[in-house]
């Protein structure tokens, strides 16, 4: 069995209820507890990418305005899935979960140190911060889940587009929560 970690991405209060929320997100959060949960009790790796801006940021001025800004409340995770003591918590300041992070030389050091093979990956949005951190993974060799009702977007357009554009370019491998549950399960 494929060695995994679940990487969730930017669940939280700026994005499920704060400034740049959409209730599309809301459908997510119930299959995702029970994802984090399942990998907990098995062993498989927990790792939460957080936005954690700077208002200078590029991303911050250019784009988006004030979000998920280091330090706010909006920047933390979601009380329904609040990180618990094993969990990794890995901040990013652009899209990519990648992007001069930690987080590249934290999957390789699990497992005892053979690293992580396929990651999973959850939470929002679809097209912007899962995409990327897909492209980051598959430019550095992991293999994609991706958990089809574990992620979401600000419209079903951009989701649906999103899914596509994973499964086309990065071969992501779509599933549900549940499937996913289930080969966690064999671990
Ligand atoms: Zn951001």
Not at 1 to 6: F, G, P, Q, S
Not at 80 to 99: C, H
Not at 153 to 177: C, N, P, Q
Request: aromatic share 8%; net charge negative; with cysteine.
């Amino acid at each position: 069995m494929a060695r995994m970690a679940v990487l969730v991405l930017d669940m939280l209060n700026d994005f499920v209820t704060g400034k740049l929320k959409t209730d599309r997100v809301a459908r997510i959060i119930k299959p995702l507890q029970k994802l984090v949960e399942a990998a907990r009790s098995h062993g498989v790796p927990v790792i939460y990418s957080n936005d954690a801006h700077l208002s200078t940021d590029f991303e911050v001025v250019e784009r988006w305005g004030d979000h998920a800004i280091k330090g706010s409340p909006g920047s933390q995770v979601i009380p329904e899935l609040a990180p618990e003591e094993n969990d990794f918590l890995v901040e990013k300041r652009v899209y990519s979960g990648f992007y001069e992070t930690r987080l590249d030389s934290l999957l390789r050091s699990l497992y005892n140190g053979m690293g992580v093979e396929t990651v999973i990956l959850v939470g929002v949005h679809t097209h912007i911060c899962v995409r990327h951190t897909a492209a980051d993974a598959f430019y550095r060799g992991y293999k994609i889940i991706v958990a089809s009702d574990g992620v979401q977007a600000f419209t079903r357009k951009d989701h649906e587009e999103g899914l596509k554009y994973l499964k086309d370019i990065y071969s992501a491998e779509m599933k549900t929560v549940n499937e996913i549950i289930e080969e966690i399960e064999q671990v």
